[in-house]
Antibody, heavy 121, light 107 residues
Framework: QLQLQESGSGLVRPSQTLSLTCTVS??????????WTWIRQTPGKGLEWIGY???????QYNPSLHSRVTISLDRSKNQFSLKVTSVTAADTAIYYC?????????????WGQGALVTVSS | DIQMTQSPSSVSASVGDRVTITCRAT??????LNWYQQKPGKAPQLLIY???SLQSGVPSRFSGSGSGTDFTLTISSLQPEDFATYYC?????????FGQGTKLEIK
């Protein structure tokens, strides 16, 4: 059974870089042609898709975040990562990693448990 | 981007009630529509994919319908564990978007 787990810094200073890693267990990120996704959730904006990466297609990002976001894969560690630069309080959120599953129709399954990131000085 | 609008934003219902939640897209998304359930402190969980396909392990009281721009999630007979927040999400566009959520509360 595939499982995802987020890890990283829970507190980030304004203007600094947010870094999170998603560790995948129970399966390989190199198989299946899936896309590996980051999503965040805030009380104000709800669920917001940040972007995804796959082996077959380069990273795709939310246009509103594109200039500050990088998603990368580490196949040797079976992990994928998120970096968000120049953070502000608006980036305070619960960050989820998930698999974007499907060939024709796509959906997010499974999800990690989520990691709370607070941007504060 | 494709905007997803759910209605109502919240609904109160009793155990055994039938509840319907609506999701509308700003453009035709065919059947590229998924539904998730989220309970407090937990990640969203997939209920329905491709508008009407029930995810494995999800009770049959949940059903989805619709295509194009208008979709519905129906819970035929509410159970205590169904009180949660529900989200729709489109996968027609690479830029995935979610509805704002519908909170289902106990009356």
């Amino acid at each position: 059974q595939l499982q995802l787990q987020e890890s990283g810094s829970g507190l980030v200073r304004p203007s600094q870089t947010l870094s999170l890693t998603c560790t995948v267990s129970g399966g390989s990120i190199s198989s299946g042609g899936y896309s590996w996704t980051w999503i965040r959730q805030t009380p104000g904006k709800g669920l917001e898709w940040i972007g995804y990466i796959s082996l077959s297609v380069g990273p795709q990002y939310n246009p509103s975040l594109h200039s500050r976001v990088t998603i990368s894969l580490d196949r040797s560690k079976n992990q994928f990562s998120l970096k968000v630069t120049s953070v502000t309080a608006a980036d305070t959120a619960i960050y989820y990693c998930a698999r974007d599953y499907g060939d024709y129709y796509n959906w997010f399954d499974p999800w990690g448990q989520g990691a709370l990131v607070t941007v504060s000085s | 981007d494709i905007q997803m609008t759910q209605s109502p934003s919240s609904v109160s219902a009793s155990v055994g009630d039938r509840v319907t939640i609506t999701c509308r897209a700003t453009q035709n998304i065919l059947s590229y529509l998924n539904w998730y359930q989220q309970k407090p402190g937990k990640a969203p969980q997939l209920l329905i994919y491709a508008a009407s396909s029930l995810q494995s392990g999800v009770p049959s009281r949940f059903s989805g319908s619709g295509s194009g721009t208008d979709f519905t999630l129906t819970i035929s007979s509410l159970q205590p564990e169904d009180f949660a927040t529900y989200y729709c999400q489109q996968s027609y566009s690479t830029f995935r978007t979610f509805g704002q959520g519908t909170k289902l509360e106990i009356k």
